[in-house]
Structures are given as C-alpha cells and as structure tokens.
C-alpha cells in the first residue's frame, strides 16, 4: 500500500519559515518524481516545486528565492524549506510522486498539510 505522509505544516507568521516534510511507504523511491502542490481556498491545485527529469528542480514564479525542494533517498523522504512566508502562501499543500514504470503512470498524492501565514 502506498501512503504519502505530510507533516510540518502549522500557522506561522508572515516572514516566518516552515519545514516541510514527505515520507513515503510503499514504493520505489528513487524510481519517481517528487513534487510539492498546493491549494488555496476556491483555487486551484498548483505547483509549487518539483524534481524534473533531468535532476534538477523547477519551482513555480511566486516561490522562487523563497522555497527549496529537497530528497533524501536513504530515508524514502522529500522536504520542502519555505522561507519568507508571506500571507498569500496559505493553502494545503500535497505531496506528489508520479513515474512511468513499463509505460503504466504512477501517481499518487498525500493527504495533505495545512500551511497558514498569518499576524
């Protein structure tokens, strides 16, 4: 069975920072993209930071500078550092592992992390 599980999100305060965590069960690690969502309220679903297939990362506009997307493949783990919050950045945010493995796509999502920048 596969399980993605979040975990550090919380509320901050704007300019703040916040760790977050993946853990991954139940699959190859190393075999998939790993990538990081995230969905405001009435929005929808985008993303955030992900592994490309070249190795190297991409993130989307509003975060770059500010978040790092990170893996550690000993511990079936990705992180996601976020720095400078700013209030706008509250959403959930999902944790994403996709491969094609002998042409059958594989994707699979966490149950999600509440993330909330707030004074």
């Known amino acids: 069975q596969v399980q993605l599980v979040e975990s550090g999100g919380g509320l901050v305060q704007p300019g703040g920072s916040l760790r977050l965590s993946c853990a991954a069960s139940?699959?190859?690690?190393?075999?998939?993209?790993m990538g990081w969502y995230r969905q405001a309220p009435g929005k929808q679903r985008e993303l955030v930071a992900v592994?490309?297939?070249?190795?190297?990362?991409n993130y989307a506009e509003s975060v770059k500078g500010r978040f790092t997307i990170s893996r550690d493949n000993d511990k079936n783990t990705v992180y996601l550092q976020m720095n400078s919050l700013k209030p706008e950045d509250t959403a959930v945010y999902y944790c994403?592992?996709?491969?094609?493995?002998?042409?059958?796509?594989?994707?699979?999502w966490g149950q999600g992390a509440q993330v909330t920048v707030s004074s």
């Open positions: 592994f490309n297939n070249a190795g190297g990362t």
């Open positions: 994403n592992a996709r491969a094609v493995i002998r042409t059958t796509f594989y994707n699979y």
């Open positions: 139940g699959i190859i690690f190393s075999f998939y993209t």
